[in-house]
């Protein structure tokens, strides 16, 4: 059975998409990729940050740029100024543009939207036989992108869980130049809950209500939480919705579904490793993996999986993230210290997947020793796991 596919991309979001950009401007041995994505349109559903720490292919692109940040509690605050690795916003909307653009432009990946596949069917000896709307696919390999399965309490150490308004306010009550990370002010005792605040102008702001904790919420649990801090931040300012964005994000020790014995298939994305356990962020780490991912296709091998983290950032983000769920009531206070004690360029390569050990030894001594070694006796070290780094 030849194979009409080398490769098929199950969801066309942003993993899938920056591994079938990628493919597309050269596709090595890969020439011959599907992309089956479930919407039957994109829309700006989300807005990815980072920190700017080099030259990359989305710097045209990214709309809002920042160089101070602000981590706040009820009791005392930390800013972060960061000039030399601005924290930035790359739209939704803008990395589909670019995206869809980049695939029409060659020949070599075709991009299905509104196909929704469900399972997958048993594996040949020389691929697979899909049945698709667009009829029988032989596909040589695949990579999946689609969520495993919907979020549960008990299928990771916490979830983050946020819902998020633009709004546009009829005067100027933001203050553009200063990203609120973490307003714990408004949380509710005993949970790890803060807002977060992207000022997009003086009268315009993303203003996200965002959780921690070991139940996933959805938008209608953080609906009247997320009311209250919008009222709070708008100042009295008469004000429209101008989107909503929502998600659940996995922190540490996820559950994914079994990826079966093949090597030939390989999951991938937000549900399959592209998460860091200490921030739920993914959007760096899954280009990093479909640059790597591309390179390793290009030349014949089959797709690989997101690289793990070295050993120590593993048992570092599992800590920290065990202390979160145990002691909640202290995660504004850590966060605070983490922002005030570690200096900017250190605590940003720790965020950014980039810590040196004198950056992780900053990161050990801005906290409270006490408190990490207790809950470190009780749990102890976990054996790495997953593909290492390369
Ligand atoms: C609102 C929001 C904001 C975020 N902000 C940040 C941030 O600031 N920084 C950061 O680093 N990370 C952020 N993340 C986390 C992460 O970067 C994103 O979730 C990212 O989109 C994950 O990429 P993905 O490809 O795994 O999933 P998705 O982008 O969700 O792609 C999965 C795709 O699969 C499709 N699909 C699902 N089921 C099927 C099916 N049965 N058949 C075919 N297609 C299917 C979906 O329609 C979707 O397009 C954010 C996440 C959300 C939800």
Known sequence: MPADVDLLILGGGCAGLSLAMRLAENPGACRRVVVLEARERYENDRSWCFWQDRPDRFDTLVTYRWNHLAVRSSR????LRCAAT??????????????????????????????????????????????????????????????????????ALLWQSFLGHEVLCDRSVFDPGCVELMDFADGRPGTVEFTYVLPLAADRALVETTVFDPQPYGPADLAARQHSAVLKRVRGAAHSLVRTENGILPMGDLKTAPDGSSSRYCAAGLHSGAARPATGYAFQRIQRWAEACAATLRLG??????????????????????????????????????????????????????????????????????????HLLRTGFRPATGRAHP
């Open 301 to 374: 091998g089959n797709p690989i999986p997101h690289a793990s983290d070295p050993w120590l950032t593993q048992q570092m983000d599992r800590l920290f993230l065990q202390v979160l769920a145990a002691e909640p009531e202290r995660a504004a206070d850590l966060f605070v210290r983490l922002f005030a004690r570690v200096p900017a360029p250190r605590l940003i390569r720790f965020l950014s997947d980039k810590a040196t050990l004198a950056d992780r030894a900053s990161v050990v001594a801005a906290l409270p020793p006490a408190l990490f070694l207790r």
């Open 86 to 155: 601005p924290y930035q916003l790359l739209e939704a909307a803008v990395f589909y543009d670019h995206a869809q653009q980049v695939i029409r432009a060659h020949n070599g990946v075709q991009l299905h939207l509104g196909v929704t596949l469900s399972g997958l069917p048993p594996e040949q000896p020389d691929g697979w036989r899909i049945e698709t709307p667009l009829g029988t696919l032989r596909a040589a390999r695949i990579v999946d992108t689609r969520p495993a399965r919907r979020p549960v309490k008990g299928d």
């Open 76 to 79: 005392s605050s930390a800013s």
